[in-house]
Nanobody
């Protein structure tokens, strides 16, 4: 069983930056593709970004492309989401998730791909 814990959320002004972390315990993440999703109040959870188990491929939602960067440090069993040029519409609870299968060769943007989820961290961007 994989336990995921997000951190790094907070309140930031528009144009600012935050770095989210997702630390895993219970199992090494090095063989799992990882992703970030977010859910704003009254909206469905949506895909933000994903990275393959090797870190060789990444994928971003159009709304964050060029502003967010996903990365991983398998030695630290941690995945990151660097968020720059934040906008009020980025306000949401951000969740990290781990793939249900190991060593998937491609990134996946669909929720059903991911079996393990963290509790989320709140990101609020003020205008």
């Amino acid at each position: 069983q994989v336990q995921l814990v997000e951190s790094g959320g907070g309140l930031v002004q528009a144009g600012g930056s935050l770095r989210l972390s997702c630390a895993a315990s219970g199992r090494t993440l090095s063989s799992y593709g990882m992703a970030w999703f977010r859910q704003a109040p009254g909206k469905e959870r949506e895909f933000v970004s994903a990275i393959t188990w090797s870190g060789g491929s990444t994928h971003y939602a159009d709304s964050v492309k060029g502003r967010f960067t996903i990365s991983r440090d398998n030695a630290k069993n941690t995945v990151y989401l660097e968020m720059n040029s934040l906008k009020p519409e980025d306000t949401a609870v951000y969740y990290c998730a781990a793939d249900r299968y190991t060593r998937r060769p491609v990134v996946a943007a669909t929720m059903w791909t991911y079996d393990y989820w963290g509790q989320g961290t709140q990101v609020t961007v003020s205008s």
